[in-house]
């Protein structure tokens, strides 16, 4: 399936909660930067790096995993190396209310991706809903 606007633009205007597996607590680092664009444009992002686990940023707790994530999360937004990808998506799959998986610029993994849609998940590959949002009007 292609990363068509109208796709896009159906996740990123239905998706509330997103959960940021690699958000960095470095400002200086796009992972850093997207969870804060995303939180000011009002959704809910919930970091999860297991180095920075149990501080708060966003407003959030950061965790250690998915796995530690109580309630539903519409998307998880992936800024870990496409090597790295499938076991997220494994533990993404778990979550209740997964709408869909984004995989951040350079970020692509076939498997994983035919996985999550098997399973009815959206994907999103390559591309950046910091990028999106504004080129879509959003």
């Not at 909660?17 to 470095?26: C, L, N, Q, R, Y």
């Not at 444009?41 to 995993?65: F, K």
């Not at 533990?91 to 993994?109: C, D, E, F, V, Y």
């Amino acid at each position: 399936m292609s990363d068509t606007d109208a796709k896009i633009r159906s996740i990123l205007t239905e998706v509330k909660t997103i959960a940021m597996v690699g958000w960095s607590p470095k400002p200086d680092r796009p992972s850093h930067r997207v969870a804060a664009y995303l939180a000011a444009r009002g959704y809910r992002v919930i970091p999860v790096n297991p180095g920075a686990a149990g501080q708060i940023a966003l407003g959030e707790t950061v965790r250690a995993s998915l796995a530690e994530i109580e309630g539903p999360v519409d998307m998880v937004e992936i800024f870990r190396r496409s090597e790295a990808v499938p076991p997220v998506v494994e533990g993404a799959l778990r979550l209740p209310g997964l709408k869909a998986i984004w995989m951040q610029l350079g970020i692509t993994n076939a498997q994983a991706a035919a996985e999550a849609e098997a399973r009815g998940v959206q994907v999103v590959q390559d591309r950046c809903p910091a990028i999106e949002i504004p080129r879509l009007g959003l």
